[in-house]
């Protein structure tokens, strides 16, 4: 599975990102992290949607919480982030993760990156 992601740019603080990761297969279990100059990478949301209910498996970083939603649009392999009320803090830059099997601890399969920069 290939992932390209896009949607990243500069914006003031308080503004808004959507974010998209394009795969090339079919992924149930996505994420999206993210690594600022100097820290390591951390998960920011990941989505499980092989679980068949109307609000899929969801979790989101304590730091994204009410601002960040993650969503997944299976028809066409599209992973989402919008972002709102970004903060500074939110600057890095931002990967697209997914898994073969959501069974799996680890994501198998990464993007090359879209930059987040907020001033």
């Known amino acids: 599975v290939q992932l390209v992601e896009s949607g990243g740019g500069s914006v003031q603080a308080g503004g808004s990102l959507n974010l998209s990761c394009l795969a090339s297969?079919?992924?149930?279990?996505m994420g999206w992290f993210r690594q600022a100059p100097g820290k390591e990478r951390e998960g920011v949301a990941s989505?499980?949607?092989?679980?068949?209910?109307?609000?899929?498996?969801?979790y989101y970083a304590d730091s994204v919480k009410g601002r960040f939603t993650i969503s997944q649009d299976n028809t066409n392999n599209t992973l989402y982030l919008q972002m709102n009320s970004l903060k500074p803090e939110d600057t890095a830059m931002y990967y697209c993760?997914?898994?073969?099997?959501?069974?799996?601890?680890?994501?198998?399969?990464w993007g090359q990156g879209t930059q987040v920069t907020v001033s």
């Open positions: 297969g079919s992924s149930l279990c």
């Open positions: 993760a997914a898994k073969t099997f959501c069974y799996l601890t680890q994501y198998n399969y």
């Open positions: 989505i499980d949607t092989s679980i068949d209910t109307s609000s899929h498996n969801t």
